[in-house]
């Protein structure tokens, strides 16, 4: 399944109404970790309905984020 979100092939189901009536499905995207519900909006869940600032196709994921360090801790005071 494609990803709504980087137009990779690496989304999947992972979860459904427990009932049983197919009221929503629950889908993730292994590639860019992203989830959506059936239910969503048409602006979320089409495509071609999305607002190309949300898109992540041809992003190098990898470098996408900058991870900030945590500064040491001081010691505590005796």
């Known amino acids: 399944m494609i990803c709504v979100r ?7 189901k992972v979860a459904e109404a427990p009932d049983g009536s ?3 499905e629950i ?4 590639h860019c ?4 519900r059936s239910s969503e909006e048409a602006c979320v869940v089409n495509i071609d309905e999305r607002d190309p600032r949300f ?3 041809d ?6 984020f900058v991870h900030n360090t945590i500064p040491p ?3 505590p005071v005796e």
Do not use: E
């Open 6 to 12: 980087c137009l990779n092939s690496t989304a999947s």
């Open 55 to 57: 898109q992540l196709n």
């Open 59 to 64: 992003v190098d994921l990898d470098n996408l």
């Open 27 to 30: 889908y993730y995207c292994s």
């Open 22 to 24: 197919r009221a929503w």
């Open 73 to 75: 801790l001081d010691k």
């Open 33 to 36: 970790n992203y989830s959506w």
